[in-house]
């Protein structure tokens, strides 16, 4: 069948359509219509050639969408399911069977190597590989094949067009706050950067409880989005001055939990530098 793909042909430069075909999907695969994907950083990352992936290649890993076909031994979704797509996992290591997948000792192979376990790609163009798989999905396209293990069925009643980003920035930013960080009720919680993944952590120390939530990002309609989603303090480095120290002083000790979305050395340093003891 065939499937219209936006393709990384070249590094740097802009996506281009493309119709392909796609094989059907293997035992253990799924086939899922694309409904709609968000574009995280990574996508961009990639695509700027800053994490080095075969070329020609299908990106996309926050998709939603409904499953079209199963294979023989997929037993978890059926035809006409409504699933969100995440990141791939092998299901059997030390991190897997311990239920932590963003550990799993092939992450890197199954999410960036862009084939199958077995080197080939459900993807081609006139009888040519398209490398796909990226995350387990390779969601920019109008059909994905996907795993059990990356595939998780949602309500019907949820408009699968707001879903997407469940499966990367939204688990990112709200896993943190509850999984890794474990924040508590009453505590206090500090996160640099208030995109996706910030607002979604902000989000989740409200559901947790935190009562006070500090959020810190250059702009500010984004900080303004912050405080309408949970935020209790908003800073903009911009506008203030010796900010650890007013952080500080707002906590009187610190904050129990910092959570850094920007990678900067020197906002991770102001991050570590506003935890209190035992932060």
């Known amino acids: ?62 998709g939603a969408g409904i499953v079209e076909k199963i294979g023989s031994k997929v037993s978890k979704v ?10 791939n996992s092998c299901g059997s290591c030390e991190s897997c069977r311990e239920k932590e997948p963003a550990y799993c000792y092939e992450f890197m192979p199954r999410n960036f ?10 993807l081609s163009m006139k009888n040519s590989p398209v490398h796909s798989n990226f995350f387990g999905q390779s969601s920019f396209a109008t059909f994905s094949i996907c795993h059990e293990l990356n595939t998780v069925k949602v309500p019907k009643t949820v408009d699968l067009s707001l879903l997407g980003p469940l499966g990367c920035g939204i688990l990112t930013g709200a896993g943190a706050v509850i999984n890794s960080l474990s924040v508590k009720k009453g505590s206090s ?20 409880g935190a009562s006070t939530i500090i959020a810190i990002d250059l702009n500010d309609d984004r900080l303004e989005m912050a405080r309408e989603l949970g935020a209790t303090h908003t800073f903009n480095p911009n506008k203030t001055t010796d900010l650890v120290e007013k952080i500080i002083e707002l906590t009187t000790h610190g904050v129990a939990a910092a959570l850094d979305t920007t990678g900067l050395p020197d906002v991770i340093r102001d991050a570590v530098l506003c935890l209190a003891p035992r932060g």
């Open 113 to 122: 190597g862009v084939t199958r376990e077995d080197g080939t790609t459900a």
């Open 1 to 62: 069948m065939k499937t219209l793909a936006a393709v990384v042909t070249e590094i740097g430069k802009p996506l281009t359509l493309k119709e392909l075909d796609i094989e059907d999907p293997r035992d253990d695969e799924i086939l899922v219509r694309i409904v709609a994907t968000g574009v995280c950083h990574t996508d961009l990352v990639v695509q700027a050639g800053m994490l080095p992936v075969p070329i020609p290649v299908i990106l996309g890993h926050e």
């Open 189 to 208: 919680f500090l996160v640099y950067g208030t995109g996706s993944v910030g607002l979604s952590s902000v989000m989740a120390a409200q559901i947790q």
């Open 78 to 87: 059926k035809p006409g399911d409504h699933v969100v797509l995440s990141f």
